[in-house]
């Protein structure tokens, strides 16, 4: 048995084998933290650190936010890394659960403070997108990246966290599943719907997609 | 023929290029065949181009500084091993520093020279003898001791003094009745000196 998995791994593709190497690292560093070795625990926020403000900063569209909330979840990690299983996931899975339930808390906190200033504040963003027309190639990187959060902000917070975890973080459909707490086949459907609303308000925008 | 519903199923495995050689077929044979099923999998697939193209969020170095610097102060305490040795150390560690344990030891004598000042049975220490009545009796009897000794002493010190000085002043007396008889022997030998000279 070992051995046929030890040769599942070996014939893994290279992508799958970086995969494997990463989630054995993720336990490993985390086992050290167990043990008491700060150094690991740098690490530890050192590697994750960066995709969980992106999560953050994603979902809620603020830089002050996002950085509150990435602290927040650290936060939670140090007090709860006890409770980590590596036989019931990856770490990445579990951060990334941590990250949507405490995201999904502060969106629910924040609700009144959104309608107030979603009035104030994103209208302006909108209407400085709709002044010029762009083309595909003139709507690269920073720039696509801003035009991407006024559209992102605009979704649902279902469909916003769906396409998140699967589009900018890159997760496999089994692991938003697991995150979101909903079927493979209700991940797929969401990321269909919010694509293509995505694809709607970035022509509203009259950005070429 | 595929149904609609079933073509929404697909179209994720489809943009990730993950569909069978025979479900393709089928999925593409829809698309041409339904224009609404054939938006959507264009909206889908320039919205998945256009994330694709979006730079990629930068975190703020501060932000790792941050967590570092808040997680820091509970490293000792939160993640200090598991088991009873790991709650011993996650819950004495704030104790088990020089500063407290010398703190400790200090108080412990404080306390050792309390109770003997207060008159407590080392040995046989029991409930009865920490009743404050009895505590503040027994010291009220210490200090009541303490009180008469330091009077007795007072007075015997003056008994002393009185008794010292008398005899110095005594031995002051003898010394000069002796240094006056002294003073007359000599004169009375320089005269018989003198006078020895002068016979001859």
Redesign the interface.
């Known amino acids: 048995m070992a051995g046929m998995a030890a040769a599942a791994v070996w014939e893994a593709t290279p992508a799958a084998r970086l995969h494997m190497e990463g989630l054995e690292l993720d336990s490993t560093l985390v086992e050290r933290c167990l043990r008491g070795d700060s150094a690991a625990w740098e690490d530890l926020v050192r590697q994750h650190s960066r995709r969980v403000y992106g999560l953050c900063y994603r979902f809620t569209g603020r830089d002050s936010e996002a950085q509150d909330l990435t602290q927040e979840v650290f936060l939670r990690v140090f007090r709860s890394l006890g409770t980590f299983r590596s036989a019931e996931g990856s770490f990445t899975t579990w951060l990334a659960r941590l990250t949507r339930n405490l995201l999904i808390d502060h969106y629910r906190r924040t609700r009144n403070e959104r309608i107030t200033d979603s009035i104030e504040e994103q209208l302006p963003r909108v209407e400085e997108t709709r002044v010029v027309a762009r083309s595909d190639a003139a709507v690269a990187g920073r720039e696509a990246s801003e035009l991407l959060q006024g559209a992102l902000a605009k979704l649902s917070p279902e469909l916003r966290e769906t396409i998140i975890l699967r589009d900018l973080q890159d997760l496999e459909y089994r692991e938003i599943s697991q995150v979101l707490g909903i079927p493979e086949g209700t991940v797929k459907s969401r990321l269909n719907r919010g694509r293509a609303e995505l694809a709607r308000l970035l022509k509203k925008y009259r950005v070429a997609v | 023929m595929m149904q609609c519903a079933e073509f ?2 697909l ?3 489809y943009l990730d290029g993950a569909l069978a050689p025979g479900e393709r077929a089928a999925f593409t044979a829809h698309m041409e065949s339904c224009p609404a099923c054939r938006a ?1 999998a ?3 697939k ?12 930068e ?2 170095a ?3 500084t ?3 610097h ?3 102060s ?3 305490l ?5 088991g009873i040795r790991g709650w011993i150390n996650r819950t004495f560690a704030p104790v088990l520093q020089p500063r407290f344990v010398l703190g400790a030891a200090l108080t412990v004598m404080s306390a050792t020279m309390l109770t003997q000042c207060a008159g407590l049975p080392k040995r046989t220490l029991t409930a009865q003898d920490l009743d404050p009545v009895r505590i503040v009796g027994a010291l009220e009897n210490r200090a009541e001791r303490v009180w008469d000794r330091a009077v007795k002493s007072y007075e015997s010190m003056r008994l002393v003094y009185e008794v010292k000085s008398q005899l110095n002043e005594w031995s002051q007396q003898q010394q000069e009745a002796d240094d006056a008889a002294a003073d007359a022997g000599a004169d009375s030998r320089r005269l018989k000196t003198d006078q020895v000279r002068g016979n001859r």
Do not use: Q
Request: charged content about 20%; hydrophobic content about 50%.
């Open positions: 929404e199923i179209l994720a495995d959507l264009e909206d889908a320039s919205a998945v181009g256009f994330m694709g193209r979006a730079a990629d969020v975190m703020p501060v932000v790792m941050n967590i570092l808040a997680t820091n509970g490293w000792e939160t993640l200090h091993g598991k």
